[in-house]
């Protein structure tokens, strides 16, 4: 394989974090420049996102709002044109009952005012060139919220920990936009129906640059690219799914094996 330069990349938190699931798969992705194709769950997160995308768009013109039932009609109208299977009938009624009670119930952020809605930027952070996608940017009492929708299961433990460093690596880039850090990061988590909301903290900061310029060390040292087969990601979740020689068989003692690796679209 010829010489990786992290240099003649712009970096992102994904090819920052996504890496570890399988080298040879990040390989073909960003230095081969072959996107593969999408899967199942990356599409039923990006269904979720243009709902909540186009009502906070109406939000931030004054203008009138959907419904809850009209958010919730679409959503499952939508559904059913997702071309992925998903791994079992249950999991794919279960996804379906999930989104509706989400667009049925979500006070589209009620109290707070939109600032930014799906903003891309390109910045530097850890001394590299980056770009990003902010999904939401909120103020509410001169304090200023940066949110990420999520349609994984809400995380806890040390998935928080691993998957909190997407919102710090947003602190930049807000800063870029709105003149300051943000005050408050969350995950809006559409299955569970959950808000987590933290504080910003300069010691959390810090160490996600320090994560962010060890993962671009460990990419840049590594010689052989080599594949970390898992049944579920490798079958399910890997852009290059179907055309992988290194793609093991998927049985159903398999279904959670590595699912809890996915953090969702965006």
Same mark, same amino acid.
């Given at each position: 394989m010829p010489k990786f330069k992290p240099e003649d990349m712009i970096w992102s938190y994904s090819r920052a974090n996504g890496w570890a699931n399988c080298p040879y798969g990040w390989w073909i992705t960003y230095f081969q420049k072959n996107r593969?194709?999408?899967?199942? !769950?990356?599409?039923?997160?990006?269904?979720?996102?243009?709902?909540?995308?186009?009502?906070?768009?109406?939000?931030?013109?004054?203008?009138?709002?959907?419904?809850?039932?009209?958010?919730?009609?679409?959503?499952?109208?939508? &559904? &059913?044109?997702?071309?992925?299977?998903?791994?079992?009938?249950?999991?794919?009624?279960?996804? +379906?009952?999930?989104?509706?009670? &989400?667009?049925?119930?979500?006070?589209?952020?009620?109290?707070?005012?939109?600032?930014?809605?799906?903003?891309?930027?390109? !910045?530097?952070?850890?001394? &590299?060139?980056?770009?990003?996608?902010?999904?939401l940017i909120l103020e509410k009492d001169g304090k200023i919220y940066v949110i990420d929708h999520k349609t994984a299961k809400e995380y806890k433990g040390m998935d928080l920990i691993k998957y909190i460093r997407q919102l710090y690596f947003y602190g930049p880039m807000t800063a870029q936009l709105l003149g300051r850090f943000p005050?408050? +990061?969350?995950?809006?988590?559409?299955?569970?129906?959950?808000?987590?909301?933290?504080?910003?903290?300069d010691a959390v900061f810090k160490n996600t640059i320090d994560w962010f310029k060890g993962q671009i060390d460990e990419i840049t040292a590594c010689k052989n690219f080599e594949p970390r087969p898992n049944p579920f990601f490798c079958n399910w979740l890997c852009n290059h799914r179907e055309k992988c020689k290194y793609r093991p068989p998927y049985y159903k003692s398999d279904k959670y094996s590595g699912y809890k690796e996915f953090n969702g679209y965006g």
């Open positions: 593969g194709e999408n899967n199942v !769950f990356s599409d039923y997160g990006r269904l979720a996102h243009e709902i909540i995308q186009r009502q906070m768009i109406l939000k931030l013109k004054d203008k009138p709002m959907m419904s809850n039932e009209t958010m919730s009609n679409e959503f499952r109208n939508r &559904y &059913y044109d997702i071309p992925y299977k998903f791994p079992s009938r249950k999991m794919k009624e279960n996804y +379906l009952i999930k989104g509706m009670e &989400y667009f049925e119930s979500w006070d589209s952020f009620d109290g707070f005012t939109v600032k930014s809605v799906e903003v891309m930027g390109h !910045f530097r952070f850890a001394g &590299y060139d980056c770009r990003g996608a902010i999904d005050d408050y +990061l969350a995950f809006n988590f559409v299955k569970d129906k959950v808000i987590r909301q933290f504080e910003w903290e």
